[in-house]
């Protein structure tokens, strides 16, 4: 089993990518919908509220052979927490910085993302090593995060106004490559492409996660073949959902994860 977590819905992408590739690979996803969203929060409430929400899900008879923090902020702040406390396998989802330089012919980039992502000193390091040449324009788009959210199950119309209303005018000519590092941008990803044009390139991290999940996949894996259940995959929730959330019942099978934060855990940003 993979195990996926976000603090909504956006990491569902990448458990669906994953699935229509190895449909013999049953999946379960957690969606933190209590603590949504993880970029608003500071890095210390998210890497202790991951560290906690982890341990919530295993108790609940869930045993993953590796989990997926399908989150690009909760990753760059929480990941190296999270292996010191658990023995599995984690895989991370962190900004495609390396991908999109070397595509690039005018050297200028946006990275499209939350508030904390573009802040937090990982993605500095990402384009220390990976970008250094490079012009790297960092915009933090939290309206962005809320309308992909939003839009789950109520259509692309929100997100497409958002992208022309707070990315498009913020775009310097020369960018001719977008890194789209929120995993709830990655569902639109052919929004982006509509709008911002064919001269800009849209990259995002699902083909490499997809590849890495496979890669630390006890041996044996295959791609392809026959779904191992006809059950539909888990979706645990933290909070109520609900009515924009309509549409999940038909998709997954949807259960209330009975959690509690942890002794001083603060929920406030």
């Avoid at 997926?68 to 495609?96: D, K, M």
């Amino acid at each position: 089993m993979v195990l996926f977590l976000d603090s909504g819905v956006g990491g569902l992408v990448y458990l669906e990518e994953f699935q229509s590739r190895f449909p013999g690979v049953p999946c379960c996803y957690v969606a933190d919908t209590a603590f949504f969203p993880y970029g608003s929060r500071s890095p210390r409430n998210v890497r202790d509220r991951l560290v906690a929400l982890v341990g919530a899900v295993l108790r609940e008879e869930i045993s993953p052979q590796v989990i997926v923090v399908a989150c690009n902020t909760a990753s760059v702040v929480a990941l190296e927490a999270l292996r010191r406390t658990y023995p599995h396998p984690f895989v991370g989802v962190v900004p495609a910085v390396k991908p999109a330089a070397a595509r690039t012919r005018s050297g200028h980039l946006a990275l499209l993302a939350t508030l904390q992502t573009t802040k937090d000193p990982y993605t500095d390091g990402l384009v220390k090593t990976f970008a250094r040449y490079c012009r790297v324009s960092r915009l933090g788009l939290p309206g962005l995060v809320q309308a992909a959210e939003e839009s789950f199950c109520s259509g692309e119309d929100g997100v497409a106004r958002v992208i022309e209303e707070e990315v498009v005018p913020c775009l310097a000519n020369d960018v001719d490559t977008v890194v789209l590092a929120c995993t709830h941008f990655v569902r639109y990803r052919h929004l982006f492409s509509q709008i911002l044009g064919p001269s800009v390139a849209v990259v995002d991290s699902l083909e490499g996660v997809v590849q890495r999940i496979a890669a630390v996949y006890p041996p044996g894996l295959r791609q392809g073949g026959s779904p191992a259940s006809e059950d539909k995959p888990f979706l645990f929730h933290t909070s109520p959902l609900s009515p924009r959330y309509s549409c999940i019942d038909g998709r997954y099978r949807v259960r209330n994860l009975a959690f509690l934060p942890t002794a001083g855990e603060v929920l406030s940003p």
